[in-house]
């Protein structure tokens, strides 16, 4: 099956850090989204970006359909963006499965 | 409703036991799916209904896992004979499912089984 793969696994940064989290998958897709969990187990979604670029005030996400991965930047990170990063692929074989990758799992620092 | 609702929040049962997980989706949404998501990892895809109808239950991971949706909005989740591995939290999105292909997919906040 298609392999979704995140990275880094673990991130800490000082506040007001930019980063680039990362998101490899295997097989063509669908779309392509990212989300956030936050410490309480909340996802909330940041991006439906299945190619090109979008960006949503601190956040941008950038996804290359044909090389099979997409990028979210923070810039300026800030406490309250600490949590679990997730990006969710669908896959296309023509199901509606989503499948997530493990997530990176980002604390950010006073 | 101003977003998608889980009842109850937590649910502590026995093995062997039965039980259902509700779901409430967002208000005009047509899509709807069930995830289950255990302790640092991802969540795992289970059945995604589009209507009434499941359009993909191929996530289920036995026929101990049930589904339904019968006026295309509440869904409930049934699992049986329930097991110490189906502990997870278990995870209800919807999205407006208009487009023919999935979309921004909303979350609730989620059920946690513990099974003892």
């Known amino acids: 099956g298609i392999q979704v793969e995140q990275s880094p696994p673990d991130l800490i940064l000082q506040e007001g850090a930019n980063s680039t989290l990362r998101c490899n998958f295997s097989d063509s897709v669908n779309n392509l989204q990212w989300f956030h969990q936050n410490p309480w187990g909340q996802l909330i979604n940041l991006f439906y970006?299945?190619?090109g670029t979008k960006q949503n005030g601190r956040l941008s996400a950038t996804t290359v359909a044909t090389e099979r991965y997409s990028l979210l930047y923070i810039s300026s990170s800030q406490t309250t963006d600490s949590g679990v990063y997730f990006c969710?692929?669908?896959?296309?074989?023509?199901?509606?499965?989503?499948?997530f990758g493990a997530g990176t799992r980002l604390f950010v620092k006073a | 409703g101003a977003g998608v609702s889980q009842t109850p929040s937590n649910k502590v049962t026995e093995k062997g036991k039965y039980v259902e997980l509700r779901c409430d989706p967002i208000s005009g949404h047509t899509a709807l799916y069930w995830y289950r998501q255990s302790l640092g990892q991802g969540p795992e895809f289970l059945i995604y209904?589009?209507?009434?109808?499941?359009?993909?239950d191929s996530g289920l991971p036995n026929d101990r896992f049930f589904a339904v949706r019968p006026e295309g909005s509440v869904s409930t989740l049934k699992i049986q004979r329930t097991e110490r591995g189906d502990s997870a939290v278990y995870l209800c999105?919807?999205?407006?499912?208009?487009?023919?292909?999935?979309?921004?997919?909303?979350f609730g906040p989620g059920t946690r089984l513990l099974v003892l």
């Open positions: 999105a919807s999205s407006l499912g208009s487009g023919g292909y999935q979309e921004t997919q909303y």
């Open positions: 209904f589009q209507g009434t109808g499941a359009a993909d």
């Open positions: 970006i299945p190619s």
């Open positions: 969710a692929v669908e896959l296309d074989t023509g199901g509606f499965k989503t499948i």
